[in-house]
């Protein structure tokens, strides 16, 4: 265990990513004392450090500046729509719907227009 913490201090790495090699017949971790011996043992492969692990890449969420301006091309056509209908909505569905839009759950022209109707007061 000391020679693994010294391995840490050289290194800057943790005890988890440090593995000594006991197979070599040659390689005596005892007569390990100094910074120089653990970078020698390093060097000759009797101590092998690990790589660090990193965060998976399992599904990265990809947002480019192309498709942010498209949704947002796309959310102002919609509020250009839903400004025009204004005059047919009371001010509660109209705040509803908006906000609906702004959340992404109103997507296109036919679903907005099909809201704007059922919520329409005549």
Do not use: W
Not at 63 to 84: A, D, E, H, P, Y
Not at 88 to 101: D, G
């Amino acid at each position: 265990m000391i020679l693994v913490s010294l391995v840490c201090r050289v290194y800057g790495v943790g005890g988890d990513r440090i593995k000594i090699n006991p197979d070599l017949t040659n390689f005596r971790p005892k007569q390990i004392k100094s910074r120089a011996d653990v970078r020698s043992a390093v060097e000759a492969g009797n101590i092998v450090i690990l790589p660090k692990k990193g965060v998976s890449r399992h599904r990265p969420v990809v947002t480019t500046v192309c498709s942010r301006s498209i949704r947002l091309s796309r959310v102002r056509s919609l509020r250009r729509i839903l400004k025009q209908k204004k005059t047919t909505l009371e001010s509660k569905p109209y705040r509803r719907i908006y906000k609906a839009i702004k959340q992404g759950i109103l997507l296109n022209k036919y679903r907005l227009i099909k809201e704007i109707d059922s919520k329409t007061c005549k």
